[in-house]
């Protein structure tokens, strides 16, 4: 489904999207508000405002994006945060680890976002999101969220993607069922 392709990042922008349930593009240029990696990846993104924010900063950021994104999209939709609930081991959640980050007319929405990446070992490009809460035997039953996008940061755009919860899941061994699947998107 994904093939393989060398720098140029334009070519992969057109592949995958379409396995999706629905997509949005934005152009990298309206986030410079509020706005590290090493060798192709760096000099892809180059200057990029949301290359020079943390992980964190970049996740927080591009949450906001998509609740907006879905605020606009959906005006007359209910949109509440998500109350944040307990661990399982008993600690109370922040809001920043809740299970899912709201909910749109009560469906739970989670939101994930990864950087596109240079991997030199398969020298080809990739998207990583891990701990995505996925049933698991023996853990969940199901997962603690009903959708769940995807934010795709590229050094040219953003894409958001509302994922159909089974395209690229991938396990992640023995840390599976505690910590959740990885979805890897490879060109």
Not at 45 to 70: D, F, K, P
Not at 151 to 168: A, C, N, Q, R, W
Request: charged residues 20%; aromatic residues 10%.
């Amino acid at each position: 489904i994904l093939r393989c392709i060398q720098p140029t990042l334009r070519a992969w922008e057109l592949g995958y999207i379409h396995n999706c349930r629905r997509s949005l593009v934005l152009p990298a240029s309206q986030f410079d508000h509020g706005v590290e990696h090493v060798c192709k990846t760096r000099l892809a993104y180059g200057g990029h405002a949301l290359a020079q924010q943390s992980t964190w900063q970049r996740n927080r950021i591009s949450q906001e994006i998509v609740r907006e994104v879905i605020s606009t999209s959906y005006p007359t939709s209910q949109i509440h945060f998500a109350e944040p609930g307990v661990c399982s081991n008993g600690a109370r959640r922040t809001e920043y680890n809740a299970e899912f980050k709201w909910s749109v007319d009560g469906r739970r929405v989670k939101c994930k976002s990864a950087q596109l990446c240079w991997q030199r070992h398969n020298k080809c490009w990739r998207f990583r999101f891990s701990a995505v809460k996925m049933p698991v035997l023996g853990f969940r039953e199901k997962a603690p969220f009903d959708d769940l996008y995807l934010v795709l940061y590229s050094p040219t755009k953003l894409h958001i993607v509302e994922h159909d919860l089974m395209f690229g899941i991938s396990t992640s061994g023995k840390a599976t069922g505690p910590v959740g699947h990885e979805i890897v998107l490879r060109d």
